[in-house]
């Protein structure tokens, strides 16, 4: 599993487990919940470019979001406070939509895809799970209306792009990249940033 896939896969699961919590799922509506965000993306993602899903015939994802559910019940994070469980849920959020970007953007590289097909498979593979999770739970997904959501996503996979065409896609450039994407993020949310709206009134 690429590092990437890896730190996406857990901060998904983590959030999926954290909005059960929130909403007072028992433990199996909240293992289902944090299987389907740390999966949906990655699943929609295969879909669409007519490969298997990789949890379908590989153990390794199951295993890791097992060992991110034992972590998270065994540091007790169901006992926290409500604030302190939305700091962290955005954080993990943050963190997920960022790599899983990333590491979709590699496999539209993979498969030679421009740089259009490249931003669609990192924002599907970012912005997929979360989605599915939101619409479970009956919130409204956060890409909707919130935070500069989607955009950070597809900025940060045509950045990948672009470090790849340019031959400069090393770990240490990666990582870079990873650490931009997520404080742009972070930032936009605490800033409340949101892409324009219509007006409903006409004007």
Same mark, same amino acid.
């Given at each position: 599993?690429?590092?990437?896939?890896?730190?996406?896969?857990? $901060?998904?699961?983590?959030?999926? &487990?954290?909005?059960?919590?929130?909403?007072?799922?028992?433990?199996? @509506?909240?293992? =289902?919940?944090?299987?389907?965000?740390?999966?949906?993306?990655?699943?929609?993602?295969?879909?669409?470019?007519?490969?298997?899903?990789?949890?379908? &015939? %590989?153990?390794?994802? *199951?295993?890791?979001?097992?060992?991110?559910?034992?972590?998270?019940?065994?540091?007790?994070?169901?006992?926290?406070?409500? /604030?302190?469980?939305?700091?962290?849920?955005?954080?993990?959020?943050?963190? @997920? *939509?960022?790599?899983? $970007?990333?590491?979709?953007? %590699?496999?539209?590289?993979?498969? @030679?895809? $421009?740089?259009?097909?490249?931003? +669609?498979?990192?924002?599907? $593979?970012?912005? @997929?799970?979360?989605?599915?999770?939101? +619409?479970?739970?009956?919130?409204? /997904?956060? =890409?909707?209306?919130?935070?500069?959501?989607?955009?950070?996503?597809?900025?940060?996979?045509?950045?990948?792009?672009?470090?790849? %065409?340019?031959?400069? %896609?090393?770990?240490?450039?990666? &990582?870079?990249?990873?650490?931009?994407?997520?404080?742009?993020?972070?930032?936009?949310?605490?800033?409340?940033?949101?892409? /324009?709206?219509?007006?409903?009134?006409?004007?």
């Amino acid at each position: 599993m690429d590092i990437f896939f890896f730190i996406g896969t857990v $901060s998904f699961t983590l959030t999926g &487990y954290l909005l059960g919590v929130r909403k007072r799922f028992d433990w199996l @509506g909240v293992a =289902i919940l944090a299987l389907l965000t740390a999966v949906g993306g990655g699943v929609l993602r295969d879909v669409l470019i007519q490969r298997t899903p990789r949890i379908l &015939y %590989q153990n390794d994802t *199951l295993w890791v979001i097992a060992a991110t559910l034992a972590l998270a019940w065994g540091l007790r994070l169901q006992t926290r406070r409500a /604030p302190q469980l939305e700091r962290l849920f955005i954080l993990a959020d943050s963190i @997920g *939509l960022v790599a899983f $970007s990333i590491g979709g953007a %590699q496999i539209g590289a993979m498969l @030679g895809l $421009s740089a259009f097909g490249v931003a +669609m498979l990192g924002f599907i $593979s970012a912005v @997929g799970g979360g989605m599915i999770r939101d +619409m479970l739970v009956n919130d409204i /997904p956060f =890409i909707l209306h919130r935070d500069f959501y989607g955009a950070v996503s597809i900025l940060v996979a045509l950045g990948w792009h672009a470090l790849n %065409q340019l031959g400069w %896609q090393r770990p240490e450039t990666e &990582y870079a990249l990873f650490a931009l994407g997520l404080a742009l993020r972070l930032w936009a949310h605490r800033q409340e940033l949101r892409l /324009p709206a219509p007006d409903a009134s006409g004007h």
